[in-house]
Structure formats: C-alpha cells, structure tokens
T-cell receptor
Framework: GAVVSQHPSWVICKSGTSVKIECRSL??????MFWYRQFPKQSLMLMAT?????????EQGVEKDKFLINHASLTLSTLTVTSAHPEDSSFYIC??????????????FGPGTRLTVL | GNSVTQMEGPVTLSEEAFLTINCTYT??????LFWYVQYPGEGLQLLLK?????DKGSNKGFEATYRKETTSFHLEKGSVQVSDSAVYFC??????????????FGKGTHLIIQP
C-alpha cells in the first residue's frame, strides 16, 4: 500500500511550451501533497505544499505563476510548468501525506519526473 | 534557515562492512529528523526517523540517534549487504514535527556495496 505515482516519468519539450506533471496517490487519500525539485547532485528542494480544495502554499523564491499547482481531488495533484525554459530542466518529485492508519502523517514519494526543456 | 549537510559519495564498501553516513543539521526550532532511501528506479522511502533529542530510530538493521548537542543524526549499520546499495537522504522537518510538513533534505549519499 501507500503508493504514489507520477506521470510522465520523463518529458522533453520545446522552450516556451507548458508541461503538466501528475501526482497520484493510488491506494490512499491525500489531503496534502508536496512538490520538490532536485538539480543534479543537489538536495531536493521543497517548492510548494498542495492542499486539496484550496490554493497551494509556495516556498520563498518559487514563482507561483510559473509553477501552477492544482489539487482538485484527494488522489491527484498536478504541477504545470508554464512557458518552460531550459533553466526549468530538472527532476520534479511529489509526495503525498497519508492521514490514516499506522502511517499517519508519513509522506510517500513518487518516482519523480525528469523534465528537459530544449 | 534550515539546512542539512551529509557526507557526499559515492561511498563504496565491501559486503559485511560497517557503515556510517554522517548527517548534521541547522534548524531554528526543534526538528524531527529522518533518513530516506532511494533504490534505483524507485521513489524515496522512509527508512527511519526520530522526533526528539536522544531518540534512536531503527529499521532493517540501520539506526540513527538524534544528538541535539552535536546537531547530528548519523546513519549506521553493522553489516551492510549488496541490497543496501542505494542513495540515502537525511532530512528534517521543524513545522510541528513528526514528518507533518515539507522536508529539508541533504544532498544525498550514494552507497555502493560490493560483493
């Protein structure tokens, strides 16, 4: 149990286009999901906290108009990178928080999405 | 702000060797501390955690003790196996503790265990 999926696992796009990344909790309901970004040989950096049915909370320095987050259901959050540029190329990882059972409050991570902007 | 510093790899050991991966942190409050492991092609998995000073987290033969005096949370295992080869991330959360909110991660340490 407690599986989180991401789609796509990798994507290549042209500069100026928008890319949507999905994060799904497959077997539990997640009222809160998190989006992280990881550069090569760098830490995972929290970008935003996504709460079901409300606006996302962005970390300092993260452009909310650039990285649109929607958490429309208890099992799905999406991250849209708008007007992508090469500097947006990175590894994007989501996590979902399970509020139930023995794993209360634990975050479960997706496998990540590799974005390359040409 | 918060930060986590962990030894950079890759760390290469022989099977059955003793493992230590150092992790130190800086936090404004009283953080909870975590070790996550990422096996090739998979997402991060929680390995162990400690929520207050002097707590010891343990799982799968790994253990780490929350040392407030040295702001450290070093990961140890007495006898590693080839299957332990993975990337290990030290992390902290200081927004209410218990892993409730966004995490601050170290850069990760790539561990390679040779037969």
């Amino acid at each position: 149990g407690a599986v989180v999926s991401q789609h796509p696992s990798w994507v290549i796009c042209k500069s100026g286009t928008s890319v949507k990344i999905e994060c799904r909790s497959l077997d539990f309901q997640a009222t809160t999901m998190f989006w992280y970004r990881q550069f090569p040989k760098q830490s995972l950096m929290l970008m935003a906290t996504s709460n079901e049915g409300s606006k996302a909370t962005y970390e300092q320095g993260v452009e909310k108009d650039k990285f649109l987050i929607n958490h429309a259901s208890l099992t799905l959050s999406t991250l849209t990178v708008t007007s992508a540029h090469p500097e947006d190329s990175s590894f994007y990882i989501c996590s979902a928080r399970d509020r139930t059972g023995s794993s209360y409050n634990e975050q479960f991570f997706g496998p990540g999405t590799r974005l390359t902007v040409l | 702000g918060n930060s986590v510093t962990q030894m950079e790899g890759p760390v290469t050991l022989s099977e059955e060797a003793f493992l230590t991966i150092n992790c130190t942190y800086t936090a404004t409050g009283y953080p909870s501390l975590f070790w996550y492991v990422q096996y090739p092609g998979e997402g991060l998995q929680l390995l162990l955690k400690a929520t207050k000073a002097d707590d010891k987290g343990s799982n799968k033969g790994f253990e780490a003790t929350y040392r407030k005096e040295t702001t450290s949370f070093h990961l140890e295992k007495g006898s590693v196996q080839v299957s332990d080869s993975a990337v290990y991330f030290c992390a902290l959360s200081d927004r209410g503790g218990g892993g409730a909110d966004g995490l601050t991660f170290g850069k990760g340490t790539h561990l390679i265990i040779q037969p």
